[in-house]
């Protein structure tokens, strides 16, 4: 598989750590491993815009994300599944978090590159859902309204009424259903039309 083969990853959630949970899909229903591998996690950190990973990346290295992300999966989701966090998954972010973090290069103004190995990556993401997780923002997580999208996302609109994910791919599919339902409904106008 070359390069330009890599998983396109979706970075919708506006919070890192909830994109990062993202990369395992659909979970209720037929998951679906996006990172596979280590080509797919060295993806992943580009994509995020994370790093300039030093270093090979390593099976031991995308076992120690996926946990990670497991972790805040089940944290994240506690509130809008109505579950209790897990004692252990705290302790382990927060000790992933503690590691050595990633090391901002300012380049120039308005641009910044970010640098380091693969634990500082999990550091640094770790540290970000401590934030999230760990401030008041963890009451604006949600989970998409879209029965078979497991994403979840930080609802920063006013109302506190954001329902998808995604817009484009959630919402549309959404809308275009009930479209077609409206569609295949008789019209409500006449439903009891006299008989002649
Ligand atoms: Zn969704």
């Not at 994109?19 to 998951?31: G, I, K, N, Q, V």
Request: positive net charge; hydrophobic residues 35%; aromatic residues 6%.
């Amino acid at each position: 598989m070359s390069d330009t083969d890599a998983v396109e990853f979706t970075f919708v959630s506006g919070h890192l750590a909830l994109d990062l949970a993202a990369t395992l899909t659909w979970r209720s229903s037929y998951p679906i491993e996006l990172l596979a591998g280590p080509r797919d996690l060295s993806a992943w950190i580009e994509q995020a815009g994370l790093a300039e990973v030093a270093g090979r990346i390593d099976d031991a290295d995308v076992e120690r994300m996926r946990k990670l992300r497991e972790a805040v999966y089940r944290t994240a989701s506690a509130g809008p599944l109505e579950r209790q966090p897990r004692a252990g998954d705290l302790r382990f972010i927060s000790r992933t978090a503690a590691g050595k973090q990633l090391t901002p290069v300012l380049e120039e103004l308005g641009r910044a590159v970010w640098r380091g190995n693969v634990d500082q990556v999990l550091a640094t993401v770790a540290h970000q859902a401590c934030v999230l997780l760990g401030g008041s923002d963890y009451r604006r997580i949600r989970a998409c309204t879209d029965t078979q999208c497991t994403r979840l996302f930080v609802d920063h609109s006013r109302s506190g009424s954001r329902r998808w994910c995604d817009k484009q791919s959630c919402g549309g599919r959404a809308n275009a259903a009930a479209y077609r339902r409206r569609r295949a409904q008789p019209s409500p106008r006449s439903p009891h039309a006299p008989t002649p």
